[in-house]
């Protein structure tokens, strides 16, 4: 089993849709959790840090569950440009050198 | 201009040729870091350092070796190519930001072919 996993997708969606990605992690000690956004073969960019509590920035919306080890993305209002590969990141510690990437799933926004 | 540049941006090469990538970094962070990624898969870190002259093992080094002789400069080098190191490489820097999280910044990538 993967440290983090993800649901590849693709996830086709029309304009306007909301949709939700989710991401499950295997050990119960990570303490620090990011979505990234990649586009095509491009670099990763940080999209936003996952709090406790969950937050909220515009039209997106993570969620950490530590009792189930899983987080969750939430897009409302997809955009055409909200297309790309979603990455989940999961630290062990408190710094990137025990960072565990999920494979990603990838976005495709439709007219 | 970029904060973390990567050359070169695409490289060819055959098996057994000794190959160095170069990133570098004007953000002034201490924490650097090298990645590769495979097609549909995610990123896994190959060597990472937190400051000069420090160098930690990442996930998968094995075939790999990499110098951090100042800040802004964490180069990656594959001694003796092999057709499974074809990938997109990735070097990043990081921050701790508020409230202690660390964000990663990364280059634009180099891919790489080795035939």
């Known amino acids: 089993r993967k440290e983090v996993e993800q649901d590849p997708g693709p996830f086709n969606v029309p304009e306007g849709a909301t949709v939700a990605f989710n991401c499950t992690y295997s050990n119960s000690a990570s303490q620090s959790f990011f979505w990234y956004r990649q586009d095509c073969r491009k670099e990763p960019k940080l999209l936003m840090s996952v709090y406790s509590s969950g937050n909220e920035d515009g039209r997106f919306t993570a969620q950490l569950n530590r009792a189930s080890q899983y987080i969750s993305l939430l897009i409302r209002d997809s955009k055409l440009s909200d297309s790309a590969t979603y990455l989940c990141?999961?630290?062990?510690?408190?710094?990137?050198?025990?960072?565990?990437f999920g494979d990603g799933t990838t976005l495709t926004v439709k007219p | 201009d970029a904060d973390v540049t990567q050359t070169p941006r695409n490289r060819i090469t055959k098996t057994g040729k000794r190959i160095m990538l170069e990133c570098s970094q004007t953000?002034?962070?201490?924490?650097m870091y090298w990645y590769r990624q495979d097609p549909g898969l995610g990123l896994r870190l190959i060597y990472y350092?937190?400051?000069?002259?420090?160098?930690n093992k990442g996930e998968i080094s094995d075939g790999y070796s990499v110098s951090r002789q100042a800040q802004a400069k964490f180069s990656l080098s594959l001694e003796s190519a092999i057709p499974n190191q074809t990938a997109l490489y990735f070097c990043a820097t990081s921050e701790i930001r508020t409230g202690g999280l660390e964000t990663q910044y990364f280059g634009p990538g180099t891919r790489l072919l080795v035939l």
């Open positions: 953000k002034g962070h201490d924490r």
């Open positions: 350092s937190f400051d000069v002259k420090d160098i």
């Open positions: 990141v999961v630290n062990k510690g408190t710094n990137a050198g025990k960072s565990t």
